[in-house]
T-cell receptor, first 114, second 117 residues
Framework: DTAVSQTPKYLVTQMGNDKSIKCEQN?????MYWYKQDSKKFLKIMFS???????INETVPNRFSPKSPDKAHLNLHINSLELGDSAVYFC?????????????FGSGTQLSVL | AQKVTQAQTEISVVEKEDVTLDCVYE???????LFWYKQPPSGELVFLIR??????QNEISGRYSWNFQKSTSSFNFTITASQVVDSAVYFC??????????????FGAGTQVVVTP
């Protein structure tokens, strides 16, 4: 059983389109994240939800909108895609209590904007 | 400001050589966690180790060892007798406990390790 699963694995789309990436975790964790990995491999946190509440919102264009229908799911919707959005997007989850902090990552979604 | 610094962008070694990856962090918290993750060419992020700020014991796991020194704010990682399968990008990360940083796992820029036969 995959602990953190995200779909799709690859996403190729045209500039200006709207797309979504879905993420689900079956670990029972309270906190989920979206990270962006650019072409230089730098991992930057975008958002985090704890029990469906937004707790981290880094400087991200408002074209990016996370949605957490329940604590096991965190989806990422991107409007009006731009070339610079091309990257690998990783979903992750964690249980934020003392002694349990650790990120479990999904396998990533390679987004290519043409 | 970057809280986790991995100054080495890329390290190339020949198989069986040892390789040490440096990680320097910055925090005012007394309680924090440090991590190492591996990202092989296949792209997934693999957890290697977590160390809390109160445990300065060095750790060894097979060919991997970690040296945590609070005095120098460093958490270095050594691969002994490297193998081609060790070729990957290695990330050091920090998780702090203050309200502003709670839940925010911050990563260094990564060090690419290339092991050639």
């Amino acid at each position: 059983d995959t602990a953190v699963s995200q779909t799709p694995k690859y996403l190729v789309t045209q500039m200006g389109n709207d797309k979504s990436i879905k993420c689900e975790q079956n670990l029972g964790h309270d906190t989920m994240y979206w990270y962006k990995q650019d072409s230089k491999k730098f991992l930057k946190i975008m958002f985090s939800y704890n029990n469906k509440e937004l707790i981290i919102n880094e400087t991200v264009p408002n074209r990016f909108s996370p949605k957490s229908p329940d604590k096991a799911h965190l989806n990422l919707h991107i409007n009006s895609l731009e070339l610079g959005d091309s990257a690998v997007y990783f979903c992750a989850s964690s249980q934020l209590q003392v002694g349990h902090e650790k990120l479990f990552f999904g396998s990533g979604t390679q987004l290519s904007v043409l | 400001a970057q809280k986790v610094t991995q100054a080495q962008t890329e390290i190339s070694v020949v198989e069986k050589e040892d390789v040490t990856l440096d990680c320097v962090y910055e925090t005012r918290d007394t309680t924090y966690y440090l991590f190492w993750y591996k990202q092989p060419p296949s792209g997934e992020l693999v957890f290697l180790i977590r160390r809390n700020s109160f445990d300065e014991q060095n750790e060894i796991s097979g060919r991997y060892s970690w040296n945590f020194q609070k005095s120098t704010s460093s958490f270095n990682f050594t691969i002994t007798a490297s193998q081609v399968v060790d070729s990957a990008v290695y990330f050091c990360a920090l998780s702090e406990s203050t309200t502003d940083s709670w839940g925010k796992f911050q990563f260094g820029a990564g060090t690419q390790v290339v092991v050639t036969p």
